[in-house]
């Protein structure tokens, strides 16, 4: 299958400071990838498709501002988390869709301090 | 947005059984997938199943799309098959996953 490349892995940070979440398709192109955060023991909630050349749509709820996603080329998307707090904190997960199936990356955990 | 609905929420098993995870959906789809998610958070696609039966070493899973429901099934069950089973379904390409099934199969 393909392989959805997330980096870091995992990532401790003090609030108020920004951090920037990488997510590559290795062996495709992805005109769109998906971007989710995952809670403690609660499933994945979609937070905005990464289109790439153009603005990302966010899912209701998810603020641009603070969640900031560019897509610049056809193999990468990032996720900023500006300004962050400690509510901030969770584990955000990146997937990129393959021809027909979607492919995700390792994962992100984010840690607020 | 779609409701995806998965039972049971959780599963004990001991080594060797087997088990039959349901995932009911409220509208019609264009993909569903079958993950599971490893201790370390790794999405692991386990199925591309929008319709029909497919079989992959000791699972297998079968999607009724007319009826709106996937199984997933699970023969003789390992202790390395343990962790949260979850189900996604794509609509206009946008994912909605399932709240999971955690399974923790016993030695």
């Known amino acids: 299958g393909a392989v959805v490349s997330q980096h870091p892995s995992r990532v401790i940070c003090k609030s108020g400071t920004s951090v920037k979440i990488e997510c590559r398709s290795l062996?495709?192109?992805?005109?769109?990838m998906f971007w989710y955060r995952q809670f403690p023991k609660q499933s994945l909630m979609l937070m905005a498709t990464?289109?790439?050349?153009?603005?990302?749509?966010?899912e209701q709820g998810v603020e641009k501002d603070k969640f900031l996603i560019n897509h610049a080329s056809l193999t990468l998307s990032t996720l900023t988390v500006t300004s962050a707090h400690p509510e901030d904190s969770s584990f955000y997960i990146c997937?990129?869709?393959?021809?027909?199936?979607?492919?995700f990356g390792q994962g992100t955990r984010l840690t607020v301090v | 947005g779609i409701q995806v609905e998965q039972s049971p929420p959780d599963l004990i098993l001991q080594e060797g059984a087997n088990s039959t995870l349901r995932c009911n959906f409220s509208?019609?789809?264009?993909?569903l997938q079958w993950f599971h998610q490893n201790p370390w958070g790794q999405l692991i696609n386990l199925f591309y199943i929008p319709s029909g039966t497919k079989q992959n070493g000791r699972l297998s899973a079968t999607t009724v799309a007319t009826e709106r429901y996937s199984l997933l099934y699970i023969s003789s069950s390992q202790t390395t098959d343990s962790g949260v089973y979850f189900c996604?379904?794509?609509?206009?390409?946008?994912?909605?996953f399932g709240s999971g099934t955690k399974l923790n199969v016993k030695p």
């Open positions: 062996d495709f192109q992805a005109t769109t």
């Open positions: 997937s990129g869709e393959g021809a027909t199936e979607a492919f």
């Open positions: 990464s289109n790439e050349g153009s603005k990302a749509t966010y």
């Open positions: 509208d019609s789809v264009n993909n």
């Open positions: 996604a379904v794509d609509n206009f390409n946008k994912f909605y």
